[in-house]
Structure formats: structure tokens, C-alpha cells
């Protein structure tokens, strides 16, 4: 089975920065897209931010500038670093990855349990 565990979320200030990080692990061939969404309460989930296994990343227009995507395809993590963080950026984040376990099964969407972001204004 593959699972991915996400960690650094927690409480932090406006204006402040938080680093996520999220592991995938067990029965992987190869991992293509990795991505981090949100869902804050009341609303939908929402894209974050997501990176290709060739490093190409897409942004929502709301954390352009804010937040980095990054991957180190050795260790199959990918990060989210965070800065000047707002009240509205409060949410569960989740990781989300499309890896195929193995030759020659189909590629998988694979999601994390999610990890909280709090941002106290």
C-alpha cells in the first residue's frame, strides 16, 4: 500500500511562516504530480499549490508569492513552505500525489490525512 503522512502544520501568528512536509511511502514505482490542497470550514477543497516530477509548479492566484512548492524526488517528499501567512490561509491542508505502484498498474490518486494550519490574526 502507498501512504502519504504530512507533518509541520500548527498555530502561528499573521505574518508568520510554517514549512509542510509530506512523505509517501510503501509500493511505489514512480510518483508523477505532487500537490498540496486546502479546505477550510464551510468550504470546498481547494487547490494549493502542485509540482510534476519535472519541477514545473502551478499556484493559486491567492498564495502566488506567499507560498513555494518544492519536491525532493530521492526521498518522495514533497514541502510547501508558507510565508506572510493571513487569517484566511486557516484550513486543513492535505498532500495529494499521483504515483503508480507498479509496472505495469495504472497511475493512483493518493491523498494524506491532512494537517492543520491555524493563522491567528
Known amino acids: 500500500q502507498v501512504q502519504l503522512v504530512e507533518s509541520g502544520g500548527g498555530l502561528v501568528q499573521a505574518g508568520g511562516s510554517l514549512r509542510l512536509s509530506c512523505a509517501a511511502s510503501?509500493?511505489?514505482?514512480?510518483?508523477?504530480?505532487m500537490g498540496w490542497y486546502r479546505q477550510a470550514p464551510g468550504k470546498q477543497r481547494e487547490l494549493v499549490a502542485s509540482?510534476?516530477?519535472?519541477?514545473?509548479?502551478n499556484y493559486a492566484g491567492s498564495v502566488k508569492g506567499r507560498f513555494t512548492i518544492s519536491r525532493d524526488n530521492a526521498k518522495n517528499t514533497v514541502y510547501l513552505q508558507m510565508n506572510s501567512l493571513k487569517p484566511e490561509d486557516t484550513a486543513v491542508y492535505y498532500c495529494?500525489?499521483?504515483?503508480?505502484?507498479?509496472?505495469?498498474?495504472?497511475?493512483?490518486?493518493?491523498w494524506g490525512k491532512g494537517t492543520l494550519v491555524t493563522v491567528s490574526s
Open positions: 509540482i510534476t516530477s519535472g519541477g514545473s509548479t
Open positions: 510503501g509500493n511505489i514505482y514512480s510518483i508523477n504530480t
Open positions: 495529494n500525489a499521483i504515483i503508480q505502484p507498479s509496472w505495469p498498474q495504472y497511475e493512483m490518486d493518493y
